[in-house]
């Protein structure tokens, strides 16, 4: 009897390293991927029918039907909506609650401090790229920012990092392609820079 709890053990510890093997395999795929997508490189373009309804879905998925998608036509007008004070509360704590049911999730799979190194990982390959990308695009733009606007640079770039986190979260704990956070990042990979949530509004640059 002994012997087969022994066996059954094994086997089942077998099956959490294939698992977490697994699901850090796909996190460092896409950790590669994120240095290759195209960050920013649409901003202040108007939005095509598709970005309208992954910005619909992301919403109706986060559990805002009612709010309203807004481009964001220029640089002035970005920097306007980044420092509005009106962020709607109730869209950061529901995007917090996900990240911690994410996190939870994948702990079931991967090890907290492998999950963790694979976060970092993904957090730093996106941060060297979108820095870059977010400086080429206000200089091709003409977009000369004041001192006290230079700090929108280091923003936008802050949240194609946490987009690129989100997303990682979502493919270690396993969740599906319309989880908020995989609808989110599609509008990071068709080079947007959305905003969150002010009042009842979704700006997307």
Request: aromatic share 10%; with cysteine; proline share 4%.
């Amino acid at each position: 009897m002994s012997d087969d709890i022994d066996d059954n053990d094994e086997g089942a510890y077998d099956e959490a390293l294939d698992q977490q093997v697994q699901r850090l395999t796909i996190m460092a795929r896409f950790a590669r991927t994120v240095i290759d997508t195209p960050w920013f490189s649409r901003i202040g373009t108007p939005l095509s029918a598709e970005d309208t309804a992954t910005a619909i879905a992301y919403l109706s998925a986060a559990g805002f039907p009612d709010a309203a998608v807004a481009p964001v036509d220029n640089w002035d007008e970005a920097v306007s909506v980044a420092e509005n004070p009106n962020w709607n509360s109730d869209w950061w704590e529901t995007e917090e609650q996900l990240k911690a049911a994410l996190i939870a999730r994948s702990l079931d799979y991967v090890h907290e401090a492998e999950l963790s190194n694979a976060l970092n990982h993904v957090s730093a390959q996106c941060a060297g790229v979108a820095v870059d990308a977010i400086s080429n695009a206000a200089i091709d733009a003409g977009f000369q920012p004041e001192s006290d606007e230079e700090s929108f640079l280091n923003a936008a770039a802050g949240w194609a990092v946490a987009g690129a986190y989100q997303a990682s979260l979502v493919l270690a704990a396993g969740a599906e392609d319309d989880h908020p956070f995989a609808l989110k990042f599609r509008l990071f990979e068709s080079g947007r820079l959305p905003f969150g949530v002010v009042g009842t509004t979704f700006s997307i640059f």
